[in-house]
């Protein structure tokens, strides 16, 4: 559907960007936002999340800088989108200059916001800023931890993954897969099916899903472990069959 003519204020435009862009019209939602009369931050937002969704990612970043120039500061809604299009990009540098804007607004400590922000540092592999950053975080849940453990256990560091692991207060089914996946898939098949073994437990607060289970499937072929690997699947099978009756 074609917009032409349309010159809304920055409430009504913020409303159409999003109402085009979740109908899939992400053209129609630009020209709504390049046509705007008046500009705000609800309007900035709601472009760079169309935009960020869509994975029109260098876009989002020159929206953003843009939004930045005119004076209208971004929030914890605007900043894990930036974020996410700088690690698409695979920027740290762009990412870093974000961190840099925001760093005495205080929002690099927001909870959401940080987690974004460390998983940036994570996908562009820089793990020394990325572990700086969680450190300095005053609060953290689950997906953060869980993002380092991820970046450590991709790039082969096992010790500091393995001691974040044991430190974290709650884990959840990601925090066990990860750890599963990042053995097996370097190799450490003896480490993956023990772990997994863990899971299995009935003491384990977490139990695996299937997620889990194709992960280690693979460490089951590194051990020859191939009558292990078919157990596992059986005992899986059995397992989501009782849970849907």
Not at 66 to 90: E, I, W, Y
Not at 219 to 234: E, F, M, N, Q, T
């Amino acid at each position: 559907m074609a917009v032409r003519g349309v010159f809304p204020n920055g409430l009504v435009a913020a409303k159409m960007v999003a109402m085009y862009a979740s109908s899939g019209e992400i053209d129609a939602a630009s020209r709504i936002f390049d046509n705007a009369t008046e500009h705000s931050s609800l309007l900035y937002n709601a472009m760079i999340r169309a935009l960020t969704l869509y994975g029109i990612t260098k876009r989002t970043i020159e929206i953003f800088f843009q939004m930045h120039s005119l004076g209208f500061r971004g929030d914890n809604f605007t900043f894990p989108f930036v974020f996410k299009s700088c690690a698409d990009l695979c920027d740290v540098w762009c990412g870093k200059c974000v961190h840099s804007l925001i760093f005495r607004s205080g929002f690099v400590f927001d909870m959401y916001v940080g987690t974004s922000l460390i998983d940036m540092y994570v996908k562009c592999g820089d793990l020394i800023d990325a572990r700086k950053l969680f450190d300095e975080m005053p609060v953290r849940d689950v997906s953060t931890w869980n993002v380092l453990i991820a970046g450590y256990m991709k790039d082969g560091l096992f010790k500091d993954a393995e001691e974040l692991f044991e430190e974290m207060p709650i884990r959840n089914i990601v925090s066990w897969t990860a750890m599963i996946s990042g053995y097996a898939q370097n190799g450490l098949a003896d480490e993956s099916l023990q772990l997994f073994d863990k899971m299995l437990d009935r003491d384990s607060e977490v139990r695996p899903n299937w997620v889990t289970v194709m992960s280690v499937l693979p460490a089951c072929a590194h051990s020859a472990a191939l009558d292990r690997g078919r157990k596992i699947v059986k005992i899986s099978t059995l397992r989501s069959s009782y849970a849907m009756e």
